[in-house]
């Protein structure tokens, strides 16, 4: 199945996880994700500008995991991703997968939210999960859902 278009804007403004993180390999994530072409930026940040986004966005202040902007689901998906890097290396130990791995689960799943899914309701929550499930087993990763789950 051909998969859609994608626009990639890849930033480190964290870069310890660089090498971690190769264009094609965020692309092919991504891309599995996505059911309409995209124009996509993924931002990798430190804990501080993950908490201040966090907070002035969401009115939460912590750093997450994961923060989806998403402008537009249609014709074309344009969203960023912005993605703490601490907070993803500590809940990949936490969960005893690798960081890569869990980079994975967090772009299907900022991807997902782009595109207009939500979690908020247990019915909400079971489908993106299940949809985020069968979209990571198809790339031969792990069911992220057999640990904990992403925010």
């Not at 750093?63 to 989806?68: C, M, Q």
């Not at 967090?106 to 939210?113: E, P, R, S």
């Not at 939500?118 to 909400?124: A, G, R």
Request: glycine share 6%; proline share 3%; hydrophobic share 45%.
């Amino acid at each position: 199945m051909a998969r859609p278009e994608l626009t990639l804007s890849l930033q480190f403004a964290d870069a310890r996880h660089k090498a971690l993180l190769p264009r094609h390999k965020v692309q092919r994530w991504l891309r599995a994700a996505l059911e309409a072409p995209g124009e996509l930026t993924v931002r990798i940040v430190d804990d501080e500008e993950g908490r201040a986004l966090n907070a002035e966005f969401r009115g939460k202040d912590y750093a997450t995991n994961v923060l989806t902007f998403d402008y537009s689901h249609e014709p074309v998906v344009m969203a960023d991703l912005v993605l703490a890097a601490g907070v993803v290396e500590r809940e990949a130990a936490e969960l005893g997968i690798t960081v890569a791995d869990h980079y994975a689960h967090l772009l299907v799943h900022g991807a997902l939210h782009a595109q207009g899914w939500d979690h908020e309701d247990d019915e909400e929550a079971e489908a993106m999960e299940a949809c985020e499930t069968a979209i990571l087993l198809g790339l031969g990763l792990h069911d992220p859902y057999a640990g904990a789950r992403a925010d």
